[in-house]
């Protein structure tokens, strides 16, 4: 599905109970919707799921960059706006989870609750993201792409998961650049301590214990910002456990909804 979000149109997915609480998933810096595909099964008995590709990423619209995580922030509060969402779970992913973050500090009529999955307030230095700009500048996502993948994954999954490692490759590599690059800058700029800290809804933060790029420790950094947050630790698991582990993460998930009356 496709609609118009300010100056770009976005791609997006709706699936599950239409009847249910709106449970919107977020995804990670060069991936697409296609990311939460393993948790639908657990998720739409009980949820209206609602997926996205971000500015530059999948089929949504590429608009020229730099992108900031207010910008990025203010193409997903369009989207609900018109999909009339109200009280939603958001379930972020790193940049996503940044993106999340920001959404229920200025909406949070739209936001009831956050599952910020390996991520954080702020997420690495501005000298590395520019590093990792030039770097995508002059070779490409292709040159860097390896090294993105051995912080994504687990040693475990990159071993025995060699074709499904190069699906994931490929979405990798095939997103457009400038998207990329947008949205690299949005992080490079972004610290969301204040804000963050001063969010007062519930909030569970999980983390793969393998995540070379927000580590645990960083995780469990952002759940300390957020008053009587949950910090879960997701085994044998890198950047994107909802890939490697998606029925740990998908309990995971569920059992906290339910403890807090949302499920």
């Not at 230095?125 to 995508?136: H, K, L, P």
Request: proline fraction near 6%; hydrophobic fraction near 45%; glycine fraction near 10%.
């Amino acid at each position: 599905m496709f609609m118009r979000s300010g100056d770009i149109v976005v791609h997006h997915a709706l699936s599950g109970d239409g009847r249910g609480r709106p449970l919107v998933l977020v995804n990670s810096l060069g991936t697409d919707l296609r990311v939460w595909d393993a948790l639908l099964p657990a998720l739409e008995r009980s949820f209206r799921v609602i997926r996205y590709d971000k500015r530059g990423h999948g089929l949504t619209d590429l608009s020229p960059g730099p992108y900031t995580i207010p910008q990025l922030a203010s193409d997903l509060e369009r989207l609900l706006d018109a999909l009339d969402v109200r009280g939603a779970i958001v379930v972020g992913l790193s940049i996503g989870g940044m993106i999340a973050q920001q959404l229920a500090v200025g909406r949070p009529d739209l936001v009831a609750g956050l599952v910020l999955m390996d991520t954080s307030h702020k997420i690495g230095t501005a000298e590395t993201w520019q590093q990792r700009i030039d770097a995508v500048r002059t070779g490409g996502i292709a040159s860097i792409a390896d090294a993105i993948l051995e912080r994504w994954f687990a040693r475990a999954f990159r071993e025995r998961h060699p074709d499904e490692l190069a699906g994931w490759r490929n979405m990798l590599i095939r997103t457009p650049v400038e998207g990329y690059l947008g949205c690299c800058a949005a992080i490079r700029d972004a610290d969301l301590g204040l804000s963050t800290a001063a969010l007062r809804l519930p909030a569970l933060c999980l983390v793969g214990e393998e995540d070379g790029a927000t580590p645990p420790a960083l995780v469990l950094e952002l759940a300390r910002l957020i008053p009587d947050a949950a910090y879960v630790t997701v085994p044998e698991a890198g950047h994107l456990p909802c890939v490697e582990q998606p029925d740990r993460v998908a309990q995971v998930i569920r059992t906290f909804l339910e403890e807090k009356g949302f499920a």
